[in-house]
T-cell receptor, first 114, second 113 residues
Framework: DAKTTQPPSMDCAEGRAANLPCNHSTISGNEYVYWYRQIHSQGPQYIIHGLKNNETNEMASLIITEDRKSSTLILPHATLRDTAVYYCIVRATYYGGSQGNLIFGKGTKLSVKP | GAGVSQSPSNKVTEKGKDVELRCDPISGHTALYWYRQSLGQGLEFLIYFQGNSAPDKSGLPSDRFSAERTGGSVSTLTIQRTQQEDSAVYLC???????????FGPGTRLLVL
């Protein structure tokens, strides 16, 4: 899987938008950008993924640059419960085999403050 | 519906003892993964089951680790002769066959004294 680079930590005020960047300059054409988060003492939680178009769901928005070398996860109105480590993962689609396992880096520790 | 469940949630054992960790995937999910997360570290892939195919065991750190998945549903990860370095959170995830998204359980926190 392509390597991703994320800032180790970020702060965000409660109620404001949290914008989490991710660089993936070596991404291949068939690789998707995935975001997971891990709240303390819980298992990772899927947030969103995309290929090249911007995506939005009930949790977040994903903005992918036109050259696909970077992306931003946006939490539109951060709450204290959004405090977690956010992982950006780049990987190709797969049809079985160990290619399916996720490779998590260090992620970004987001602290939402009152 | 119910998510992925794991048991026990916490396990303390003595060095040299065997432990069994259980994972109940989401009903209908054909793929099941085991990962390990040591304190402050990222996830380490251990083993992957897909339907009736032979499991991918490429991530198992030693022959003390084994896993099975009975009936294509519940999975058990067994660690024999536990060592202190086995202390970690063991996470299970499942995935529907046609989907890319993995759903994780809450993990089992293993402490080997």
């Amino acid at each position: 899987d392509a390597k991703t680079t994320q800032p180790p930590s970020m702060d965000c005020a409660e109620g404001r938008a949290a914008n989490l960047p991710c660089n993936h300059s070596t991404i291949s054409g068939n690789e998707y950008v995935y975001w997971y988060r891990q709240i303390h003492s819980q298992g990772p939680q899927y947030i969103i993924h995309g290929l090249k178009n911007n995506e939005t769901n009930e949790m977040a928005s994903l903005i992918i640059t036109e050259d696909r070398k970077s992306s931003t996860l946006i939490l539109p109105h951060a709450t204290l419960r959004d405090t977690a480590v956010y992982y950006c993962i780049v990987r190709a689609t797969y049809y079985g085999g160990s290619q399916g396992n996720l490779i998590f880096g260090k992620g970004t520790k987001l602290s939402v403050k009152p | 519906g119910a998510g992925v469940s794991q048991s026990p949630s916490n396990k303390v054992t003595e060095k040299g003892k065997d432990v069994e960790l259980r994972c109940d995937p989401i009903s209908g999910h054909t793929a099941l993964y085991w990962y390990r997360q040591s304190l402050g570290q990222g996830l380490e892939f251990l083993i992957y089951f897909q339907g009736n195919s032979a499991p991918d065991k490429s991530g198992l750190p030693s022959d003390r680790f084994s896993a099975e998945r009975t009936g294509g549903s519940v999975s058990t990860l067994t660690i024999q002769r536990t060592q202190q370095e086995d202390s970690a959170v063991y996470l299970c995830a499942s995935r529907f066959g046609g989907s890319e998204t993995q759903y994780f359980g809450p993990g089992t926190r293993l402490l080997v004294l």
